[in-house]
């Protein structure tokens, strides 16, 4: 777009009294001129002057490149912060036990940790090379901060930290206006806190620099040793919590035995009462049910004693507890190895908390 001519005669006669540029510029923008086109005007001034056209800087293209690298950098940085939010929240769930949250939603703790983890350890790793990457080519061309998908979608990632660290602020002002502040609770907004406020003041502040100036590079280098000494504390208080690959699926086997021993003296007290008091002879009553270790696919075992009176048995391999969130209910209570529960058909069983079936 070709500037006014009036813009055109007033820089000519502007600068050839020797008023400073910047002034002019300042003028011009103060009475409504659009920036871009009293820089597009002070160019043609320069070019007639000079005699040379002034050269338009190639690469424009790079914006889609620009713009995949970001969406990459922000998506795995919401991947990573969630990961890692929510695995805190599950450590101080379990820290800081309240005996109102009990049950599944204190076994699902599990589930998530489990989870959590898998985000951080794929996330995490990814966000610092694809940044690195990024500052690089910045200290290789610095005018690549001033790039517009850049700041569009930095802007954008700042929103959505600064709701989250708002809202965080707002939710602990009420808990604490009706008295209901916890420590769980206090420790959690901490969480949501040191996550939102450090995304926001470290690419907010990254906005306010122009330049790739060695105190941008320490800058950078310390905030990426934090946030990778904190991803790194967590994970192994995560696995210490979680235990190996191997004790995870242990209790999954042990948990889906004690369930399904739980569903067969929901049997035999329906047997029980349908035939007078009387115990099954074996397990073999019941057809359609998981009468067999679910990994050895051994029977359970089964033994009629006096009146009412008879016992489960099966094989496990760790002792209960191990590795549970909350722990099992007494009548449900196993050593690791060839075990059998003491049942009486006349007497509701107890059901045990356990992790729910897949």
Same mark, same amino acid.
């Given at each position: ?7 055109? @005669? ?10 400073? &540029? ?17 820089? %597009?005007?002070?160019? &043609?001034?320069?070019?007639? @002057? ?8 190639? /690469? ?6 620009? #713009? ?5 950098? =922000? ?40 989870? +959590? ?20 080519? #910045?200290?290789?061309?610095? *005018? ?35 008295? %209901? ?9 901490? @969480? ?38 904190? @991803? ?6 995560? =696995? ?45 009553? =019941? ?13 359970? &075992? ?10 489960? +048995? ?8 191990? *590795? ?12 690791? /190895?060839?075990? +059998? ?12 908390? &356990?992790?729910?079936?897949?």
């Amino acid at each position: 777009m070709a500037p006014d001519p009036r813009i055109a @005669v007033l820089i000519e006669k502007a600068l050839d009294a020797g008023i400073p &540029q910047e002034a002019l510029v300042g003028v011009l923008t103060a009475h409504g001129w659009p920036e871009r086109e009293v820089y %597009e005007a002070l160019a &043609q001034h320069y070019e007639r @002057v000079t005699g040379v056209a002034i050269p338009h800087r190639t /690469g424009g293209g790079a914006s889609a490149k620009e #713009a995949f690298f970001y969406l990459l950098i =922000f998506a795995t940085l919401a991947t990573w912060t969630i990961g890692f939010g929510y695995l805190a929240f599950a450590l101080i769930d379990r820290w800081l036990a309240d005996p109102l949250f009990t049950g599944y939603r204190q076994a699902w703790d599990t589930y998530t940790i489990t989870s +959590c983890l898998a985000s951080l350890i794929v996330a995490f790793p990814l966000y610092l090379l694809i940044s690195r990457a990024v500052i690089r080519e #910045a200290v290789a061309d610095p *005018g690549k901060l001033d790039s517009p998908v850049r700041k569009w979608l930095t802007y954008m990632a700042l929103v959505v930290a600064a709701g989250f660290f708002m809202g965080d602020l707002i939710t602990a002002l009420t808990y604490l206006l009706r008295g %209901e502040l916890t420590s769980r609770f206090l420790a959690k907004s901490l @969480v949501v806190l040191a996550l939102s406020g450090g995304v926001f003041f470290y690419y907010f502040g990254g906005l306010r620099k122009t330049d790739a100036s060695p105190v941008r590079a320490n800058r950078d280098r310390i905030m990426a040793a934090v946030s990778s000494a904190l @991803v790194a504390l967590i994970v192994i208080l995560g =696995f210490l919590q979680l235990g190996a690959p191997q004790t995870q699926r242990d209790t999954r086997a042990d948990s889906q035995r004690v369930r399904e021993l739980f569903q067969l003296t929901i049997q035999i007290e329906n047997y029980w009462t349908a035939r007078n008091s009387q115990l099954p002879p074996s397990l073999n009553a =019941f057809p359609g049910r998981a009468r067999a270790d679910p990994v050895s696919h051994v029977p359970y &075992q089964y033994l009629p004693g006096q009146g009412s009176q008879y016992q489960l +048995c099966a094989t496990f391999a760790l002792s209960s507890n191990t *590795g549970q969130p909350t722990p099992a209910p007494d009548a449900w209570v196993h050593p690791a /190895g060839h075990h +059998c529960f003491s049942l009486d058909a006349a007497m509701q069983a107890q059901p045990p908390i &356990q992790l729910p079936a897949d």
